[in-house]
């Protein structure tokens, strides 16, 4: 079985710190979200590297040992989508399945738009953003966080009295000593906090609300979307009714007993729907040629 090997790439004139098997008949991108790095999929790479699949997990910029730049716009959706594209042309990956949470999802569901590159698409607790930009009072009980994430203050807050915030908010996070070990050292927070400056929620909310959002692409990508009964962060519909957007297969699975971060709290029950869908989709791909 081929093992992960990590190395610094530079892409489109930023760092980034990429693990990759570099061997297997499929190949699969595994993108991580706030606040998290490429470890997050420590139980998916151990099950997609014994079923044979090459696999590819960078760290997102600004995340883990990626580089940060200091321009927020280096961090808007359509530069970190190229990066991601370069990436797999600097790799020699023709096609590839992508698998993705949070803001990895956010990411995947427009590289899913904008890229024919993708076999297929998982996300992972966040669903299409035309759904998570409806408002009503019981979404913006969950949203609550977009707005924190991007003030000014929100480094300070959440290191304060040895980071009390982001323990509560981490709260179900299984790493989460390690998590606030690293993420609470001077700088952290803060280069994680250009991503989100970069594309600001609440910017993208009252477009919404006015009507000047544009017309969401058709997802032209078989599609899986997974959410979990104990999420605190993202409540179902957001998920459920993304298939709308789907203008191919689309299949829904709820993950049960488990919060946000799912992979980690139930990883049999993520690797079996996750490895049943690439097999479905490799047969159905099969069968067309």
């Given at each position: 079985?081929?093992t992960?090997?990590?190395?610094?790439m530079?892409?489109?004139g930023?760092?980034?710190?990429?693990r990759?098997?570099?061997?297997?008949?499929e190949?699969v991108?595994l993108?991580?979200?706030w606040p998290?790095?490429?470890?997050?999929?420590?139980y998916?790479?151990?099950?997609?590297l014994?079923?044979?699949?090459?696999?590819i997990?960078?760290?997102?910029?600004?995340y883990?040992?990626?580089?940060t730049?200091t321009?927020i716009?280096?961090?808007q959706?359509p530069?970190?989508?190229?990066?991601?594209?370069?990436?797999?042309a600097k790799?020699?990956?023709?096609k590839?399945?992508c698998?993705?949470?949070d803001?990895?999802?956010?990411?995947?569901?427009?590289?899913a738009?904008?890229?024919?590159?993708?076999?297929?698409f998982?996300?992972m607790?966040?669903g299409?953003?035309?759904?998570?930009?409806?408002?009503?009072?019981?979404?913006?009980q969950?949203q609550?966080?977009?707005f924190?994430n991007?003030?000014?203050?929100?480094?300070?807050i959440?290191?304060a009295n040895?980071?009390y915030l982001?323990r509560e908010?981490?709260r179900?996070?299984?790493?989460r000593?390690?998590i606030?070990?690293?993420?609470?050292?001077p700088?952290?927070?803060?280069?994680?906090q250009?991503?989100?400056?970069?594309?600001p929620v609440p910017?993208?909310?009252?477009?919404a609300?006015v009507g000047?959002?544009?017309?969401p692409?058709p997802i032209?990508?078989p599609t899986?979307g997974?959410?979990?009964?104990?999420?605190?962060f993202l409540?179902?519909s957001?998920?459920?009714?993304?298939?709308?957007?789907?203008?191919t297969?689309?299949q829904?699975?709820k993950?049960?007993?488990?919060?946000h971060?799912?992979?980690?709290e139930q990883p049999?029950?993520?690797?079996?729907?996750?490895?049943?869908?690439?097999?479905k989709?490799?047969?159905?791909?099969?069968?067309?040629?």
């Open positions: 079985m081929n992960l090997k990590a190395a610094m530079e892409i489109n930023v760092q980034y710190y990429v990759d098997s570099g061997a297997g008949e190949s991108l993108l991580h979200g998290d790095n490429g470890n997050l999929w420590q998916q790479i151990t099950g997609l014994k079923h044979g699949y090459r696999v997990c960078p760290d997102l910029l600004g883990g040992l990626s580089g730049p321009d716009s280096r961090y959706l530069n970190l989508v190229n990066d991601m594209i370069t990436l797999l790799l020699e990956v023709e590839i399945h698998i993705a949470h803001y990895g999802a956010v990411i995947g569901w427009e590289l738009a904008h890229t024919q590159k993708l076999q297929s998982s996300a607790s966040v299409h953003l035309a759904e998570i930009l409806k408002i009503s009072h019981e979404n913006l969950f609550w966080i977009y924190l991007i003030h000014d203050l929100s480094p300070q959440y290191r040895n980071g982001l908010v981490l179900s996070h299984p790493h000593e390690v606030l070990e690293n993420t609470l050292k700088g952290v927070l803060e280069n994680m250009r991503l989100e400056r970069a594309n910017n993208y909310l009252l477009a609300l000047e959002l544009p017309e692409l032209k990508v899986l997974i959410w979990s009964n104990q999420d605190g409540w179902e957001q998920m459920k009714d993304s298939g709308k957007y789907v203008s297969e689309w829904y699975e993950i049960t007993e488990a919060g971060w799912f992979m980690l049999e029950q993520t690797n079996k729907l996750l490895l049943n869908w690439l097999k989709q490799s047969l159905l791909n099969t069968n067309q040629w």
